[in-house]
C-alpha cells in the first residue's frame, strides 16, 4: 500500500479551500491509501497522471473534482511514499508542477523543491548586472566552501549574482529551502563553521553516507520540519479533519538563525510587526534552550493570560508532547510568577485591586488632602515615576527623573505630592488590598535576595511591561550567556509602558534582531492597517530611541480589507451576523473567525444575535480550547496575540477610538495626552492586524479618525 506525506506547502493551500473542496481532498486521499500501487496508476477516479514537459519526471497530479487538482511527487525508484505538495485549480497545477524539480541537500539530506524555470530565466539577465556591481554579497567565500553548505551547481550559479541582502530576499522564494538559510546565515555575518554547525548539522542524519541518497522516500524521512509522514488511515482522517496548526509553530528559514543561534552573550532583543513571527521565535528559542541544557529551567511569561495558555498550547505542539522538556518550562505571566514569588517566599500576598478601584483611592487621596491635581494625574505620577523608579521617599522623589511626563513639579511641588504617595498606599494596607505593579515591586525584592530560579527567561509580547514587571524577570535569572530572550512590537504597545531596558541591567545593545517579512496577514490587509499608524512615530521597545515599520511586508496576497458604515448599530450586528455565516459557508471553521469591539457592551448584543441564528459562540476570556467550537469574541485589548483567518472588527466609531475618558487632557499633561492617543490609535492596529485572509472593520455613526482617509468618505 502507498504511504503519504504531506508537505507544507500543501497545507498552506489546504487550509484556505472551501468546505465542499476540502472534502475531495480527504475522500481522494482516503481512496488514496486504500490502493496498491499498481492499482493507484490503473484508478480511473484519481486519474494519477504524469505532467507534460515537466522539469521533475516525478511530478504527477490527481482529480479531486471537475476543477480542482492535486499536486504529487511520485516515487520512481520503488520505494512507495507518494508527497501531496499542493492543491490548485485545475490549469493551475499543470503550470506549477512542470516548473518545480524536487532535490535531496547534499549536506542536509533533506528534500527541497526550487522553481527551476523561474531561476533559469532569471539567472543571466542578474548575471549581466552583476558584472558591473561593485562587490557581490557571497564574492569571500569559495565554490568549495558554499558546495560544502550543500549549494549546488544551479543555485551557486545564480548566487554568484548577488548584489545584497535585499536581492537575496526578493530571489529566495525561488530557491531550495536549506540552501536560502545557509545563504541568509552567510548573509548575515556568520561563519561558514557556524551556518554548517546551526543549520546542516541539525538536521543532517547522524548516519549520512558521504554522497546524498536519491531515495525519495529517505529525504522525505530527513525533512521532518517541512513535511509531515502519514503512518495509517487513522491518522490520515484526524490530521485532514483538524485545524492544522503547524503554521503556529512552523519557523521561516529567516527566523532560524535568531532562534537556533547556539548560545548569546547577555539579553537579546527580537522585534518586528505583527505577523512577523516574534512568537514563534520565542517558541523555538525555549526548545532549542531545553535541548542544549538538559535539566536546565526556563521561564516562559508574557503580559496576560489568554496569552500564557496560547504559548502554552504552542510549546506542547511544538515539542510534540515532549513531557520531560514541558515540565522544565513554567509558562505564566508576569503579575503571576510575581503573586507566586510573594507567596512562596513571604506567605500569602494582598488581594490586587483593579484599575476603576485604583481610581477611587486616588480621589479619596484627593479630597482628604486638598491637592490641586486630578486622580487621574496622581495614579500615573505614581505608575510612571514612583513605581518605575522604585522610589520609596521623598529623597528620591526629590531627584528622580521625570522623563516623558508633561508638566514640571518644582521641588515644592514635590514635597507637597509625597504624602499623597504614602497615604494610597497608607488606605490600601488598611484595605487589605493593592495593585498589581505593587506586588510585583515587593516580589523583585525579595527576588534579589533569593538564589534565581531558572536558568533562562524568554519573554513574549515585552512592550507592555512596566519597569517592575521587568524587575521580576530580571532577578529570576542570573546575569549571564542567554539569561533573557526578549520579543516584542512597540506598535502594539497597549498599555502605555514605556522602560528604558539598559536601565533596569537589561543591556541589548549589539544583541538585536528585527523581523520585517509578515508571514501572517496577506499585503493588502497589512498596508490598510500599516496606514493607521502612518502619522506617528513610535519609541522603540528599549526606551532608547525610535522604532519604525519601514521595509515591513507581507508575501501573501488576498482581498482588500472591508469597511462599512451603517445607519445604525442594529444594522451594524445583523450585517456582522450575515458575515460570519458567509464565512463558514465558505469553509472556514467558526473557531478561525475572531470577532472584537473595544467594549463588552457591544460584544454582549453580538453574542446574542449570532447564538439567535445558530452561530456557535465562545468568549475568548473563558480561554476556550484549541477545539472548542465557536466564532471567538473578544475585546480589542484581549486580541493581542490571537490571529484568525477572519476578523471582524465592530464599533470603530469616533467616542470609542479614542475613548474619551482614557484620554489624558492636553491640560493636565499634554505630553501624557500624545501617548494616550498613541496608545489608543495603536490599539486598533493590533485588532486589525489578527487577521491572516479576510478583515471586516464596521461602524454606526461618525468612524474613528484612526481609520484610514478611505472609511471618511
Excluded at 522623589?397 to 516623558?404: H, N, P
Aim: aromatic share 6%; glycine share 6%.
Amino acid at each position: 500500500m502507498p504511504q503519504l506525506a504531506f508537505a507544507n506547502s500543501f497545507w498552506e493551500s489546504y487550509d484556505v479551500l472551501e468546505k465542499p473542496v476540502k472534502a475531495g481532498v480527504r475522500k481522494a486521499m482516503g481512496k488514496f491509501q486504500q490502493l496498491s500501487v499498481h492499482e493507484l496508476h490503473a484508478d480511473k477516479g484519481l486519474h494519477l497522471e504524469s505532467v507534460d514537459k515537466a522539469r521533475d519526471r516525478r511530478m504527477r497530479t490527481i482529480r479531486i473534482n471537475d476543477f480542482w487538482r492535486g499536486v504529487v511527487l511520485a516515487p520512481d525508484d520503488g520505494s512507495d511514499v507518494f508527497l501531496l505538495v499542493n492543491v490548485v485549480p485545475h490549469d493551475d497545477a499543470y503550470t506549477w508542477a512542470a516548473k518545480r524539480v524536487y532535490t535531496t541537500n547534499t549536506a542536509t539530506r533533506g528534500l527541497e523543491v526550487r522553481n527551476v524555470v523561474a531561476i533559469e530565466q532569471l539567472t543571466p539577465a542578474l548575471e549581466k548586472a552583476a558584472a558591473t556591481a561593485p562587490s557581490l554579497l557571497f564574492a569571500k567565500y569559495s565554490d568549495t566552501v558554499l558546495r560544502g553548505l550543500g549549494i549546488d551547481d544551479q543555485v551557486l550559479k545564480a548566487v554568484r549574482t548577488v548584489i545584497d541582502k535585499p536581492q537575496l530576499q526578493a530571489f529566495g522564494t525561488l530557491l531550495p529551502e536549506d540552501q536560502f538559510e545557509a545563504l541568509e546565515y552567510l548573509a548575515e555575518g556568520f561563519s561558514p563553521d557556524d551556518v554548517y554547525r546551526d543549520v546542516v548539522a541539525v538536521r543532517r542524519p547522524v548516519d549520512a553516507a558521504p554522497e546524498p541518497d536519491e531515495d525519495l522516500a529517505a529525504a522525505i524521512a530527513n525533512t521532518t520540519s517541512r513535511i509531515t509522514l502519514v503512518t495509517g488511515p487513522d491518522e490520515l482522517t484526524d490530521i485532514l479533519e483538524k485545524p492544522f496548526a503547524a503554521w503556529r509553530v512552523f519557523l521561516h528559514p529567516s527566523q532560524r538563525r535568531v532562534a537556533y543561534r547556539v548560545s548569546y552573550g547577555g539579553p537579546v532583543q527580537v522585534t518586528g510587526g505583527p505577523g512577523t513571527g516574534k512568537t514563534v521565535v520565542a517558541l523555538h528559542r525555549v526548545k532549542h534552550l531545553l535541548s542544549r541544557s538538559p535539566g536546565a529551567r526556563v521561564l516562559l511569561t508574557t503580559y496576560t493570560n489568554a496569552l500564557a495558555a496560547t504559548l502554552r498550547e504552542s510549546l506542547t505542539l511544538l515539542l510534540d508532547g515532549n513531557e520531560e522538556q514541558l515540565a522544565r518550562v513554567d509558562v505564566t505571566t508576569v503579575n503571576a510568577y510575581a503573586h507566586r514569588t510573594i507567596s512562596d517566599l513571604a506567605g500569602r500576598p494582598l488581594t490586587p485591586i483593579g484599575d476603576r478601584e485604583e481610581r477611587l483611592v486616588w480621589q479619596q487621596v484627593v479630597k482628604q488632602l486638598g491637592l490641586p491635581w486630578t486622580e487621574q494625574f496622581l495614579a500615573q505620577e505614581y505608575r510612571h515615576v514612583v513605581l518605575a523608579q522604585d522610589l520609596r521617599s521623598l529623597d528620591a522623589y526629590r531627584t528622580a527623573s521625570r522623563r516623558g511626563r508633561g508638566s514640571a513639579l518644582s521641588p515644592t511641588r514635590r514635597e507637597q505630592l509625597w504624602p499623597a504617595v504614602e497615604l494610597f498606599e497608607s488606605i490600601l494596607r488598611s484595605q487589605g488590598t493593592t495593585t498589581h505593579l505593587q506586588i510585583c515591586a515587593r516580589a523583585a525584592r525579595l527576588l534579589a535576595e533569593a538564589t534565581p530560579r531558572y536558568d533562562h527567561v524568554v519573554v513574549d509580547e515585552a512592550q507592555d511591561l512596566h519597569p517592575a514587571q521587568w524587575r521580576v524577570l530580571r532577578s529570576a535569572v542570573a546575569r549571564g550567556s542567554d539569561d533573557l530572550f526578549i520579543t516584542g512590537d512597540p506598535h502594539q504597545r497597549i498599555y502605555d509602558s514605556k522602560v528604558s531596558l539598559g536601565s533596569l541591567g537589561i543591556p541589548v545593545a549589539g544583541r538585536t534582531s528585527r523581523l520585517r517579512i509578515n508571514y501572517r496577514s496577506t499585503e493588502e490587509i497589512l498596508t490598510w492597517s500599516t496606514r493607521i499608524l502612518a502619522p506617528i512615530s513610535v519609541d522603540d521597545l528599549g526606551g532608547e530611541g525610535t522604532d519604525s515599520l519601514a521595509g515591513y511586508r507581507s508575501l501573501l496576497h488576498g482581498r482588500t480589507p472591508r469597511v462599512q458604515d451603517h445607519a445604525t448599530e442594529q444594522a451594524e450586528v445583523a450585517a456582522l451576523v450575515e458575515q460570519a455565516q458567509a464565512w463558514i459557508e465558505q469553509g472556514i471553521r467558526p473557531s478561525e473567525i475572531g470577532i472584537c469591539a473595544r467594549f463588552n457592551v457591544l460584544l454582549d448584543k453580538a453574542y446574542a444575535k449570532l447564538s439567535a441564528a445558530g452561530v456557535p459562540v465562545a468568549r475568548v476570556r473563558d480561554n476556550p480550547g484549541p477545539d472548542a467550537d465557536g466564532v471567538r469574541l473578544s475585546t480589542m485589548h484581549a486580541m493581542k496575540g490571537l490571529e484568525f483567518r477572519c476578523v471582524a472588527v465592530l464599533g470603530a466609531t469616533a467616542s470609542a477610538l479614542p475613548f474619551g475618558r482614557e484620554v489624558t487632557p492636553v491640560a493636565v499633561d499634554a505630553l501624557q495626552h500624545e501617548s494616550d492617543l498613541l496608545r489608543e490609535r495603536c490599539l486598533l492596529f493590533v485588532a486589525c492586524t489578527r487577521a491572516r485572509e479576510a478583515l471586516q472593520v464596521s461602524w454606526s455613526g461618525t468612524p474613528s479618525e484612526f481609520l484610514p482617509e478611505a472609511a471618511h468618505q
